[in-house]
């Protein structure tokens, strides 16, 4: 005969064994995530002396499969370095895929353990080269 | 001779208005608190936290969502019949709160020399008997099958497919697993030999619990809650406001505090079925001690009702909703003939070992 009553009871079995169990809830803004070592979050622009170390090679911006990276290149007078004039992320087109980072022959671009990107108006998702460099 | 009115004494009217408050509040109390109750109880059962924000623990999140629902925007659509739409909700209310006046929550308490039975229908003659509803259950019966006209009515008032869905199956079940939920009762009558709450519960004093009078009435005490969480729509018979089907059912048209009566009728007809079950099968208020001091008796109560209700719960985390036509199998082709059954069986067991205490004389 098709015994009814057993997995009717085993169901109320599980659900009474997790009753006691410890939740597995992150009280986020109260408890922070373990971010992982290699967690991609916000870009950031590692400093040389009083700019960022980017060189304006254009292989960020190429690289991007999102096409978020403006570089607009110039020399620099005195040292006649090639330097980035501007370095604009629109994070909003960003897929965070790290390719950027891996692309930079300099180190100049890495990415930080930022992720919590809201805002409240698109213009505030325009990150430029100011936003973006280490600050001293 | 004390002061009387109409032919009843002053402390027969406080006693009326302070057991109809304090049970009022009380069910109110409780039906806001098994909404949060409801939440953690399921949360925790998935692992996760619950309401959490709103005070310690999410205490105050009842409150929170009494106020929120309560300030909301009150849309009656245009294509619904106004009055019906606005009565629904009410019929479907008012049922659930008022079964609770036959159903004894205590024991007699005797304050300044006048007896008061803990039963709103309920009051001491001058003799010191105590006099109730002597068709407390039918009025309970009649009671829970009018509540499902607010639900049909709510249906067919909004004038959506959705709702009017929703209604039908309101309907359709409570007919159905009202037989069943009725016929286990009459177990429970062939036993008692009354309709009285009163003496229903006096009945089962010294754990002379109805549930294990005979396997019968256990196996009826089952069945009576299983069909009793049918015909109030809970899961898994939650099928009028199956959202996966139906958007929410009856309720999918109302919002603000229409939409919170529903829910608190839902709530409150759970609390009315626990107490059901309680008096019935469980024993009432009867726990240890309960003679020499009567004001534990509503605490066993209330505690046998949260165990109840906290079952409820639990079983709404486990099960998945019921197919609507395995619903209607199962209410049909399952527990009537069971019940059907049960009554014979209870009628052959009285005659033949009787109506006593099983267990009892098993350890006699």
Redesign the interface.
């Known amino acids: 005969m098709l015994n009814v009553a057993t997995p ?1 009871i085993n ?2 079995k ?3 064994q ?2 006691f ?5 992150l ?1 986020y803004p109260t408890e922070r995530p373990v971010i992982g070592p290699r967690f991609r979050g916000l870009h950031a622009l590692n400093r040389f002396h009083d700019r960022s170390k980017c060189v304006a090679c254009y292989l960020c911006p190429t690289v991007c499969p999102a096409k978020c990276i403006t570089v607009e290149a110039a020399e620099d007078p005195i040292t006649h370095d090639k330097y980035a004039t501007r370095y604009d992320i629109d994070i909003l087109r960003c897929i965070f895929c790290g390719y950027c980072v891996e692309a930079c022959p300099v180190d100049a671009v890495k990415m930080t353990e930022n992720f919590e990107l809201a805002n409240y108006t698109r213009e505030d998702f325009a990150y430029t080269q100011e936003m973006l460099t280490d600050k001293k | 001779m004390e002061y009387e009115i109409l032919g009843l004494p002053l402390w027969y009217y406080i006693a009326m208005v302070s057991k109809v408050l304090l049970v009022f509040v009380w069910v109110l109390l409780t039906v806001a608190y098994a909404t949060y109750a409801k939440r953690k ?1 399921i ?7 619950g309401p ?1 924000r709103t005070g310690w623990h999410g205490l105050l999140q009842p409150i929170a969502d009494g106020l929120k629902l309560f300030f909301k925007e009150e849309i009656i659509p245009a294509e619904a019949s106004t009055f019906a739409f606005l009565v629904a909700p009410l019929i479907a209310l008012v049922p659930a709160f008022i079964s609770f006046a036959v159903i004894p929550f205590g024991s007699t308490l005797t304050v300044g020399g006048y007896k008061i039975p803990l039963q709103i229908a309920a009051y001491a003659d001058k003799g010191g008997s105590v006099i109730d509803v002597n068709v407390g259950v039918l009025y309970i019966l009649a009671l829970s099958s009018l509540g499902v006209y607010g639900i049909v009515l709510a249906g067919w008032a909004s004038n959506s497919k959705y709702s009017l869905l929703g209604g039908l199956r309101a309907s359709a079940q409570m007919i159905s697993y009202e037989l069943a939920a009725g016929l286990s009762l009459i177990t429970v009558f062939m036993v008692s030999g009354t309709l009285s709450m009163q003496q229903i519960v006096a009945d089962q004093a010294g754990f002379g619990w109805y549930a294990w009078r005979n396997p019968f009435l256990f196996v009826a005490f089952i069945i009576f809650f299983i069909c009793s969480l049918a015909e109030i729509n809970r899961t898994p018979f939650d099928l009028p406001e199956a959202e996966t089907e139906l958007v929410s059912g009856f309720c999918t048209e109302y919002s603000s505090m229409k939409y919170a009566m529903f829910f608190m009728a839902e709530y409150a007809n759970m609390i009315t079925v626990c107490a059901i079950t309680v008096t019935l099968f469980l024993g009432g208020w009867h726990g240890p001690f309960t003679d020499a001091m009567p004001i534990l008796s509503p605490l066993y109560f209330i505690a046998k009702v949260y165990a109840l209700i906290f079952l409820c719960m ?2 709404r ?3 998945p909703r019921y197919r609507y036509d395995q619903l209607m199998g199962l209410g049909w082709k399952f527990f009537l003939p069971i019940t059907l059954v049960l009554i014979v069986g209870n009628a052959l067991w009285i005659n033949v070992v009787g109506a006593g205490n099983w267990l009892g004389c098993l350890f006699a």
Not at chain 1, 21 to 25: A, E, H, N
Not at chain 2, 43 to 49: A, K, P, W, Y
């Open positions: 009717l169901g109320l599980i659900t009474l997790h009753l169990k410890k939740p597995v809830t009280q | 109880i949360g925790h059962m998935q692992v996760r936290l959490m639990w079983i985390a486990t099960y």
